[in-house]
């Protein structure tokens, strides 16, 4: 079945940086688009990054310029390069994949950007 492992978060300094991994398994996943998503405290899942299987690339306007999404097929692992953190990027960020209309997530991993 669809596994998505989300690791890499913590705690870190504003201005700071993280990468995150999501790691997947139980589809091809070099034929799939990767998106990842965040969830704030008492706020709505938002969309953060997308990768198509081309390796094309689209960024929520908050983030453009600071996070770079990518991905390695060979690892079936899709990359979230996360710099100049602020604190309003504090949230679990969650990996997802869309296969036969169905969405599958991972439990996500949890970024705190605190002095």
């Known amino acids: 079945q669809v596994q998505l492992v989300e690791s890499g978060g913590g705690l870190v300094q504003p201005g700071g940086s993280l990468r995150l991994s999501c790691s997947a398994s139980?589809?091809?996943?070099?034929?799939?688009?990767m998106s990842w998503y965040r969830q704030a405290p008492g706020k709505e899942r938002d969309l953060v990054a997308t990768i198509t299987a081309g390796r094309n690339t689209n960024y929520a306007d908050s983030v453009k310029g600071r996070f770079t999404i990518s991905r390695d097929n060979a690892k079936n692992t899709v990359y979230l390069q996360m710099n100049s953190l602020k604190p309003e990027d504090t949230a679990v960020y969650y990996c997802k994949v869309t296969r036969y209309g169905m969405d599958y997530w991972g439990k996500g991993t949890l970024v705190t950007v605190s002095s």
């Open positions: 139980g589809f091809t996943f070099s034929t799939y688009a």
